[in-house]
């Protein structure tokens, strides 16, 4: 297992589609996290996962975006309605679910709406 | 509410200089963590330390050093003798409560730019 892997690394997209990003964890972690990062900016909290359930989410999570991960490995990340705004970079994390543990980071999924 | 501070946004400095990145935090909490991530041009953040609320102790590894002050509350990070391969983005993040983890609220970054 290298690390956790997202796809795609890049998405063009026109304002108005929908687009879904998926992110493959660390295989033992059963913690997983979504991220958006805008160009100089630090990462923003999205939502997290223990296995199969989403325990948080944040209010920049409006209701054109949804996640998933229905058998507590991969999850998916939509966004409904692309706005340009949605522009940004999504990270996705995974960890192990004990306290003493670090979240380790993939190379992200560049979204750009035109 | 958390918040998390870096002061400065870009430092560049020429090979071999030492250099601290500031970071300053706000918390309610007693328990909490403190966290440093590089995110170099290709965009992973890759995780560099990770210290809880309990545990002033300073670190070092390698060339990388942390100064942890509640009194403060800032948890700076030293490198010594820059080299070339330190030139990324440097995130201070925090995060609260007991799992260490989760929702971690982060700095807006310092870009360190190392010159041969």
């Known amino acids: 297992d290298t690390g956790v892997s997202q796809d795609p690394r890049h998405k063009i997209t026109k304002r108005g589609q929908n687009v879904t990003f998926r992110c493959d964890p660390i295989s033992e972690h059963n913690r997983l996290y979504w991220y958006r990062q805008t160009l100089g900016q630090g990462p923003e909290f999205l939502t997290y996962?223990?296995?199969?359930?989403?325990?948080?989410k944040s209010r920049l999570l409006s209701d054109r975006f949804s996640a998933e991960r229905p058998k507590g490995s991969f999850s998916t990340l939509e966004i409904q309605r692309t706005e340009q705004g949605d522009s940004a970079m999504y990270l996705c994390?995974?960890?192990?679910?004990?306290?003493?543990?670090?979240?380790?980071f993939g190379q992200g999924t560049r979204l750009t709406v035109v | 509410a958390q918040k998390v501070t870096q002061a400065q946004t870009e430092i560049s400095v020429v090979e071999k200089e030492d250099v601290t990145l500031d970071c300053v935090y706000e918390t309610r909490d007693t328990t909490y963590y403190l966290f440093w991530y590089k995110q170099p041009p290709s965009g992973e953040l890759v995780f560099l330390i990770r210290r809880n609320s309990f545990d002033e102790q300073n670190e070092i590894s390698g060339r990388y050093s942390w100064n942890f002050q509640k009194s403060t509350s800032s948890f700076n990070f030293t490198i010594t003798a820059s080299q070339v391969v330190d030139s990324a983005v440097y995130f201070c993040?925090?995060?609260?409560?007991?799992?260490?983890?989760?929702?971690?609220?982060f700095g807006k970054g310092t870009k360190l730019t190392v010159n041969p």
């Open positions: 994390a995974s960890s192990l679910e004990r306290g003493d543990t670090e979240a380790f």
């Open positions: 993040a925090l995060s609260e409560g007991g799992g260490g983890s989760e929702k971690l609220v």
């Open positions: 996962f223990q296995n199969e359930a989403q325990l948080e």
